[in-house]
């Protein structure tokens, strides 16, 4: 069955980088997108960005400058990476599959602060 | 960027009573391939969002025929008939119809009575 469970670490440092990872089963990356969504703790729902089944790559604009997505077909993961968090990055983030975000992952929940 | 924009923003329904969530679009979100890339999705508390209705009105595997999308242009809506208790979560609109970034609805909490 279809599955993505996201990883990274819980804590970052203002200023640091996010690094996390979704890894996905039951369905091909090839064939496939993968997007990341965050919510902040109590409110609604963010597109972060996207990485298609042929590997083009899709973000916020109003990320785009701190975030990179990628992927290891091989591995069947897919990355986010983004520089120079703040306090306001303090979210749940998901990776979720397809253009209509049809399964999910479980979240995790990351931390920005000293 | 294309808003979304739902009402209400919260609403109390009685078990078994409907409850209608609007969802209306800066932009139509007729696609050039004349799809509609409109969907929508409940995150129960403490869970991940999951989908109900992909494309306007095409329920997702599983989920009950109580949930019925309809809707065309910038004007969409969910109706929820015969609310149970398991409906009550937000409910979240989601258009990936215009070029990034795809947006979603602010939210409508469901309360039951």
């Known amino acids: 069955q279809v599955q993505l469970k996201e990883s990274g670490p819980g804590l970052v440092q203002p200023s640091q980088t996010l690094s996390l990872t979704c890894t996905v089963s039951?369905?091909?990356?090839?064939?496939?997108?993968v997007h990341w969504v965050r919510q902040p703790p109590g409110k609604g729902l963010e597109w972060m960005g996207g990485?298609?089944?042929?590997?083009?790559?899709d973000y916020n604009s109003a990320l785009k400058s701190r975030l990179s997505i990628s992927r290891d077909t091989s591995k069947s993961q897919v990355f986010l990476k983004m520089n120079s968090l703040q306090t306001d990055d303090t979210a749940i983030y998901f990776c979720?599959?397809?253009?209509?975000?049809?399964?999910w992952g479980q979240g995790v929940m990351v931390t920005v602060s000293s | 960027d294309v808003v979304l924009t739902q009402t209400p923003v919260s609403l109390s329904v009685t078990l078994g009573d409907q409850a209608s969530i609007s969802c209306r679009s800066s932009q139509s979100l007729e696609y050039s391939d004349g799809y509609t890339y409109l969907e929508w999705y409940l995150q129960k508390p403490g869970q991940s969002p999951q989908l109900l209705i992909y494309?306007?009105?095409n329920r997702f595997s599983g989920v009950p025929d109580r949930f019925i999308g309809s809707g065309s242009g910038t004007d969409f809506t969910l109706k929820i008939s015969r609310v149970e208790p398991e409906d009550l979560g937000v409910y979240y609109c989601?258009?990936?119809?215009?070029?990034?970034?795809?947006?979603f609805g602010s939210g409508t909490k469901l309360e039951i009575k």
């Open positions: 494309g306007v009105s």
């Open positions: 990485i298609w089944g042929d590997g083009s790559t």
């Open positions: 979720t599959r397809g253009w209509a975000l049809d399964y």
């Open positions: 039951g369905f091909s990356l090839t064939s496939n997108s």
């Open positions: 989601f258009q990936a119809t215009h070029d990034p970034p795809f947006t």
